[in-house]
């Protein structure tokens, strides 16, 4: 850990984006924040550049929070607080918001799930009583869940069934955790949802869905004092209650490579790496998290950086490359490369041809110019950022409910900006060891239709036989 | 991440909409070179974008080269003026500028987003300028993208949205240019020298429009635009700048075999022009359809009432000739028949009927009074710039739209679904339907 004044922190974007540096300081001027007396956090930013605002409400519960037998039950849920509530009628969420000029919609990921509506200003309140009225009364009766849970299953055939690539990430993550709950799929597994009945929704519903267990986030023309009067009108007047207990998952550390393949209809193989990497737990004093971002941005931060030059440009043995790694999760870390090989190329090729690219870090640094590179790119989407408000409001939720607060943000833009060519270099050389590396492959398969209804009739006959 | 509903319907339904949140008005001039340019100017964050757009879509592919547009417009940023392809994408990200460069149907465009501060909008004006107007068309660059984009498009044509939606596209425009397809075999037959000439003859400053919103003044503006299009290629006067009507389709069902767990079913026609005076009551009918996300009769027929799928969605895509109204929903393959009669029955009555005044106050209380989300970001604002500039439509279009949509009666609506939307021309395409 280093120290350094406040001062020159704040003063890395300044410089880099001289004389625009201001713009890339976090709105802590324009933010504000209070706890309502039932524990639920609410954060408000000023933005009166537009006549409009975004309402979000974020849950502390994800699909990290399910147990086996019920995977897929926080989206599931998240579907249901749609289907009414004894004074707004199932579809009647949707119809009010369309009918004040809004949109809606929410998601669902492993470490929480989130409701917005975006509107014009005026209408804030309207949908902040109807936000509030869902997270006490949900109807969830049997004929609504029995249609939803249909819908529901269409959505997994959609995103996942029909989808070779997210086949191979969700075998992967199966495969990649053991102990740890992000070994299970987001939207569940399908007999999961088969057999779930409007009960497990009910008991989800009414262990997580508690003031103390959310955040509201608004961002838009608005005055925060009084939306924190409308939040305790609506939010504030619905009890607090005990939520359970979290477990900690250990995943045990992996010891040895892990290797798996998928075979589904395509005509590129897929390869995607994935190393076993920290996660942001201490903002102020971490450094490897924000190396490996820095890291993550040189290797495949632009068209001309190393990995789509090595690979796609120069080599030429991959069609396309991407990197992804997120420090800023409840759980654990993945640092994932994925790509497609040229063809004429095997996906050996590919794999052996990224090694060396990771390899040339480890071993070489980088350049301080490939740094300030990325630091350009990072300061200047600060700016960028300004110019949406469901951008500036999923920030502020996602950081409230991961733990961190908002006011990290300015925070973790100066460590990242701190972050040194020894730094990378470091993390290169630490953490891509194939005792933690877990290795998927998408296998493709012809599109054949005697080959396929053959394999339809095998799976068949197992299916049926299987059933005895 | 999942969504309760996929945004679909809402990317594609056109961009339309409305006006006065951020800014100031829309300005419009032409420059001496013949290019239209759109302009709002909005100081609140340092930031310009610009979009150019040239008449040099698909629709202008040789028939025999389908992809030559992509492929020219792909290579527009991948090496111009004194820069290599890795100067370039370097210089961009040094001073943390976003350059893309993209073909559609009609046009191709280049968007570029910078940083205001006259440093930094300069170099990115100026490699915006080489992009356009010296692109290098490197035979290496050219050679390795023409393998991966073969590549890829092989690989695309093994799933079932996309072969559906070929299917879809060449079933209703046939011959016509909106229905020629990319193939491995069309792009095979691209040369370099074809980018060249394509370019030569499709990217020229009366072919342009351009469409620029942020922290500029006028001066500034007119500056900039005639800067970006001094040193375009010159006009070619007998390269066609029109397409031809797409013909009158007949009902039919195309069907195709596929592994998929789901049905892709798509159901549609050629229907509408940019330059229809009915556009808005198409439109707005379409929100009460199926545009309007979880309150359109389509979702409430096919998904809530009776589960049948995930995403259910119609729109209505103009285009210089007529472009495609269409309804789209997957669902397990065993389901297929049953959901398309539930999309006929729904989209029969609603041809008949048209809306309830219920059901178009509904829709009109949403896009008109909601018409401030349209427009409450510098990249809505360009996005909506950049169609209007594109299509020439007139500067007052964001700024009268709330009050065309207000002044649409249920029979104005009905009627023009029906001139538009003919159940005896719609195509249906099956895709992995049991």
Known sequence: ?468 | MLMKQMMKSLALAAVLMSVQAIAAPVQSWTTAQGTRVYFIETHALPIVDVQISFLAGSAFDPPNKVGLASMTASLLDQGAGTRNEKEVAEALADIGAQMSAAAGMDSASVTLRTLSDPERRATAIAMMTDAISMPHFDDGVFKRDQARSIAGLKEALTKPQVLSQRAYMSSIYQDHPYGRLATPESVAAISRVDLEQFWRQHYSAERASIALVGDLTRAEAEALAVQLTASLPADQRDVPRTLPKPSTTSAKVVRLDHPASQAHLLVGMPSIARDDAEQIALQVGNYTLGGGGFVSLLTKAVREDRGYAYSVYSYFDPKLVEGPFTIGLETKRTQADDALKVVHSVLDDFLKRGPTPTQLKAAQDNIAGGFALRIDSNSKLAANLGVMAFYGLPTDWLEKYPDRVRALTPEAVRSAFQKHVKPEQLVTVRTAAD
């Open chain 1, 1 to 468: 850990m280093r120290l350094r004044t406040t001062l020159w922190l704040f003063s890395l974007c300044t410089a880099l984006l001289s004389p625009l540096g201001a713009w890339a300081a976090a709105g802590t001027d324009n933010t504000f924040e209070t706890t309502l007396a039932n524990g639920m956090r609410v954060v408000v930013r000023e933005d009166h550049r537009a006549p409009t605002a975004v309402q979000m409400v974020w849950y502390r519960v994800g699909s990290i929070d399910e147990r086996d037998g019920v995977t897929g039950v926080a989206h599931v849920t998240e579907h249901m607080m749609f289907k009414g509530t004894p004074i707004v009628g199932p579809g009647e969420f949707n119809r009010r918001v369309a009918a004040v000029g809004g949109r809606d919609n929410a998601f669902t990921s492993n470490d929480y799930t989130a409701y917005f509506q975006q509107v014009p200003a005026t209408q804030l309140k309207t949908v902040m009583a109807l936000e509030a009225d869902r997270m006490r009364h949900l109807t969830l009766e049997p004929t609504g869940y029995s249609k939803e849970i249909q819908v529901i299953m269409e959505e997994r055939r959609m995103r996942t069934d029909d989808q070779s690539s997210a086949r191979v990430h969700e075998a992967m993550n199966a495969v990649a955790w053991q102990a740890h709950p992000y070994r299970r799929p987001v939207i569940g597994w399908m007999s999961d949802l088969e057999q779930m009945t409007v009960a497990d929704v009910r008991d989800w519903y009414r262990r997580w869905y508690v003031p103390n267990n959310a955040t509201l986030v608004v961002v838009g023309d608005v005055n925060h004092q009084q939306v924190f009067g409308w939040a305790r009108q609506t939010y504030g007047v619905i009890p607090a209650r005990a939520l359970p207990e979290r477990k900690q998952f250990e995943e045990p550390v992996q010891a040895g490579q892990r290797q798996l393949d998928v075979k589904a209809p395509a005509d590129l193989p897929l390869l995607v790496m994935g190393w076993k990497v920290p996660r942001l737990n201490d903002p102020r004093k971490d450094v490897d998290p924000y190396a490996l971002e820095m890291l993550a941005q040189i290797l495949d931060g632009h068209d001309a950086a190393r990995l789509p030059t090595a690979l796609v440009k120069e080599q030429q043995v991959a069609v396309s490359i991407d990197t992804s790694y997120d420090s800023t999760n409840r759980g654990p870390s993945m640092f994932m490369l994925q790509a497609s090989p040229r063809p004429g190329h095997s996906v050996d090729q590919l794999e052996q041809a990224i090694r060396g690219a990771l390899a040339e870090v480890a071993n070489k640094g980088v350049s301080e110019q490939e740094l300030t590179r990325a630091r350009s790119q990072l300061c200047a989407s600060e700016v960028y950022k300004k110019d949406s408000m469901m951008g500036q409001a999923m920030e502020i939720g996602m950081l409230e409910t991961l733990g961190y607060g908002w006011q990290a943000s300015p925070l973790m833009l100066d460590k990242l900006n701190q972050v040194t060519v020894a730094d990378v270099q470091w993390v290169a050389q630490s953490y891509f060891k194939d005792d933690q590396l877990t290795i998927a492959r998408l296998v493709p398969q012809p599109l054949d239709a005697a080959e396929l209804a053959a394999r339809a009739k095998r799976a068949e006959a197992v299916q049926a036989g299987g059933r005895h």
